[in-house]
């Protein structure tokens, strides 16, 4: 049931008028095209205790899903940036307290990438594997030479490209051994190729649509998200929780009640639209319908000998990405660990990011 007018929460900076927006940075990829980006450096208490104070600076890409942009990233995060030096100063006072908590803070460089034609990001019919070449332009720039993904939704693709592209070990100079790229890749919430059985079992007739139509008509299914849209432009809040009518209470509860996801959902949403990026959204749907470009099984089987491992987080009621494809991703990616958590859907990404984020910084 849709929320009365009454009660719906007003947020007077997410008005039109104000995006898109400037804040943000890009990168010049040797092709000339710009990838846009966000840079957040947060700190992390992990769960589990460590005998030694890891002094290393982490890094994650965020891989958002759709509508989604540099803005698209965790209200943990936001909170994070501010509590930053003031966890750092409790942090070196305490360096001699063996059993202080402190000793498990790691410093982290998140960086939220856009793909091509979202935000600040040059359009291009790129495949998911020309992305995962477009990212390791992007870490040769940055000076990265190991990361960690967040893979999230429709971003689930993406990284899972990366994961096959970059998450091999190589020889270096002198038949040495390097390291992969990209070490641990997490997907949340993440969609299967369109050949995954019982994909489709548990969505709604709408969403039920959509999926044939990225493999029968991506045509037809443009003007339906053209459509939502415009909708969704003129009345966000309102249109964004009837998105979420037909899923289960836990959605609605956390998108409604979680300080700063209603509020960051709709700001990527305009920050993309205000765009006029829809064109970029209705290509990546017609991907969805075809062959990705890459086999899940050979994921973590190209390298020499150490290689990237995958956790698959799900939850059961999720009625967009079904737990029915969660399944088929961690059923075909070789040793790929999973978790699916019942009575939970799409919006499950922001209760389970602290754990997402120990899960990444384990060895």
């Not at 840079?39 to 104070?53: D, F, G, P, S, W």
């Not at 939704?153 to 990366?162: D, E, H, N, R, V």
């Not at 290509?283 to 150490?306: M, P, V």
Request: charged letters at 30%; proline letters at 5%.
């Amino acid at each position: 049931m849709a929320t009365k007018t009454s009660e719906l929460p007003e947020y007077p900076d997410l008005v039109l008028k104000n995006f898109p927006k400037k804040e943000g940075e890009t990168v010049q990829l040797e092709d000339g095209r710009l990838l846009g980006f966000m840079e957040y450096k947060i700190t992390h208490t992990v769960q589990k205790k460590t005998a030694l104070r890891d002094t290393r600076e982490h890094v994650i890409l965020l891989i958002p899903g759709l509508p989604g942009s540099r803005f698209y990233c965790h209200p943990h995060v936001l909170a994070g940036e501010k509590e930053l030096n003031k966890k750092l100063a409790k942090n070196n006072s305490d360096s001699n307290d063996d059993d202080n908590e402190s000793l498990d803070l790691i410093k982290i460089r998140l960086f939220v990438l856009e793909r091509p034609g979202i935000g600040l990001s040059t359009f291009a019919k790129r495949s998911f594997l020309d992305f995962a070449n477009d990212v390791k332009e992007f870490c040769v720039i940055k000076e990265i030479t190991e990361c960690k993904v967040i893979a999230y939704s429709a971003g689930g693709p993406y990284g899972l490209a990366l994961a096959h592209s970059l998450g091999n070990s190589e020889e270096g100079e002198q038949g040495a051994l390097l390291k992969p790229l990209v070490t641990k890749v997490a997907i949340i919430s993440g969609i299967s190729p369109h050949n995954a059985p019982n994909a489709t079992d548990r969505m709604p007739w709408k969403f039920k649509l959509a999926w044939w139509l990225t493999k029968l008509s991506p045509k037809l299914l443009s003007l339906m998200a053209s459509y939502e849209a415009k909708k969704a432009i003129l009345d966000p809040v309102v249109i964004m929780r009837e998105s979420l009518s037909d899923g289960p209470p836990s959605d609605r509860d956390i998108y409604e009640n979680m300080p700063g996801v209603e509020h960051m959902c709709i700001e990527s949403m305009l920050e993309q639209y205000s765009r006029g990026q829809l064109k970029t959204e209705c290509y990546e749907y017609s991907l969805w319908g075809k062959d990705w470009g890459f086999r899940l099984e050979d994921i973590g089987k190209l390298g020499k000998e150490e290689s990237v491992k995958c956790k698959v987080w799900h939850g059961e009621e999720d009625i967009g990405a079904t737990a029915a494809m969660g399944r088929y991703l961690a059923e075909h990616i070789s040793g790929c660990e999973s978790k699916f958590v019942e009575e939970k859907g799409h919006m499950l990404y922001f209760e389970i990011w602290e754990e997402v984020i120990d899960w990444l910084m384990e060895e």
